[in-house]
């Protein structure tokens, strides 16, 4: 998942300089929250689930490469461990990425 998700970002830098800050944090006493934040090219609101679909692209093939698979199976993957993946735009440009998934027992 994770891996997916900073390779996106730096996919998706638009040739620039790829920021990327990956950050977790408790959210409640049993959750942990993650969030892969970049400073690409970003993505527009009503996209933002769209983006899990399987092959779903929002740009044509000629620009980026892939298949249109990985955040389809990014959210698979997270549900199947009874978490939640999100995309928000961020307000300085770029895609902030969030997931919770719940913390190991035992």
């Given at each position: 998942?994770?891996?997916n ?97 719940p913390?190991?027992?035992?």
């Amino acid at each position: 998942v994770f891996q997916n998700l900073i390779a996106n970002a730096v996919k998706f830098s638009d040739g620039g300089q790829p920021t990327v800050l990956v950050r977790a944090e408790p959210e409640g006493e049993h959750r942990v929250r993650v969030s892969v934040e970049d400073s690409g090219i970003g993505i527009a609101p009503e996209q933002a689930d769209r983006i899990f679909r399987p092959f779903h692209r929002l740009h044509g093939d000629d620009r980026y490469e892939g298949s249109g698979i990985g955040l389809a199976i990014c959210r698979r993957v997270v549900e199947a461990h009874g978490g939640r993946i999100w995309a928000e735009p961020r307000q300085q440009g770029g895609t902030a990425f969030r997931l919770t998934l719940p913390l190991a027992t035992g």
